[in-house]
């Protein structure tokens, strides 16, 4: 009976509340038309595609496509366990992503708090164009000069002769492969990545900086209270953002600076799902089962490290 009789109240509490949502859309109207056309492109391209994840839990037959293929349930997924190799790339693919998350996350901190704290304007802008445009390079571009320095008669070799230096191999060594990815890494994207945190640099109120000039804190003392603990949840929110990519960052640049070589210590999981997809024998099942996989250890590590973060008492991306 009490449900009965609330029944009727909830119904008009939502009628209200549906009103009140359609009244919002209406006076903001010109920001919803705005954002109609990133909503239409995430829809079509982000979650229509979904549906291919069927592919999966199913033995794809090309005559048959997607729908009409046989379902085979977790088959695909007991192959990709028993296959040695995809586990040795799904290791490998943590240890050098791991490896880069602690060197390469902190060098855009550290850069835009050292052009924060140049004075000169003219300087500032010039050191941020010369930064930022690696950025926009594309990987292949970027290996093309690695390797025309650093191969065989490249810059570096050709000047180590000259002087009757022993050349050094570096593009077919698996020892310097990760630290030319390192370096590689930190050239292309630092400069970009410090935008961020430019941006919220100068977020920060002034009249903090000035409190602590008079009370006179020096740079450093004013970099370490003031700034860095200001933009602590910017840092946490990218950190989060970096390990729930750890299972998919990098294809791009070891795809086009590895080679026969360095295989051993090349082959990630992105590259693996590469190889299986359009150097083998192709089975889309297989290897969209692995891309699967992929996907939700990549959603477990984001959901642990929000749910670290939350737990040291930092912000997190859900509330």
Do not use: C
Not at 165 to 193: C, Q, V
Not at 205 to 229: K, N, V
Not at 277 to 295: G, I
Not at 303 to 314: S, V
């Amino acid at each position: 009976m009490k449900s009965e009789a609330l029944g009727p109240d909830n119904q008009l509490s939502g009628r209200k509340r549906s009103k009140r949502l359609w009244a919002e859309i209406r006076k903001n109207r010109m920001i919803y038309t705005l954002l109609l056309p990133g909503l239409v492109w995430l829809f079509l391209f982000a979650y229509m595609p979904m549906g291919g994840l069927s592919l999966a839990f199913k033995d794809y037959k090309a005559n048959m496509g997607i729908w009409g293929s046989p379902w085979v349930g977790f088959e695909n997924f007991k192959y990709v366990f028993r296959d040695p190799t995809f586990i040795d790339s799904v290791w490998r693919t943590l240890y050098i992503n791991i490896i880069k998350l602690a060197i390469t996350f902190p060098v855009p901190i550290i850069l835009a708090l050292m052009l924060n704290e140049l004075r000169m304007k003219r300087m500032k802008k010039a050191f941020q164009t010369v930064l930022t445009f690696p950025h926009f390079l594309s990987w292949i571009i970027v290996s093309g000069i690695v390797i025309n320095v650093l191969s065989y008669d490249g810059l570096v070799n050709s000047t180590l002769s000259l002087f009757g230096l022993p050349t050094i191999n570096f593009l077919g060594s698996e020892s310097t492969f990760i630290p030319m990815l390192l370096l590689t890494d930190i050239w292309k994207s630092a400069g970009w990545g410090a935008i961020v945190y430019l941006a919220a640099i100068s977020g920060i109120d002034q009249d903090q900086y000035e409190s602590a000039q008079i009370d006179g804190a020096s740079r450093i003392q004013q970099i370490f209270r003031i700034t860095l603990p200001n933009i602590l949840p910017t840092v946490t929110i990218m950190f989060i953002l970096s390990v729930g990519g750890l299972m998919s960052s990098g294809f791009d640049q070891i795809f086009n600076l590895a080679n026969a070589a360095t295989k051993n210590v090349s082959e990630v999981l992105d590259v693996y799902i590469y190889r299986i997809t359009f150097q083998s024998s192709t089975d889309f099942s297989f290897s969209t089962a692995v891309s699967l996989f992929r996907s939700l250890v990549n959603m477990i590590l984001l959901l642990a490290a929000d749910r670290i973060a939350k737990k040291l008492g930092g912000d997190g991306l859900f509330r």
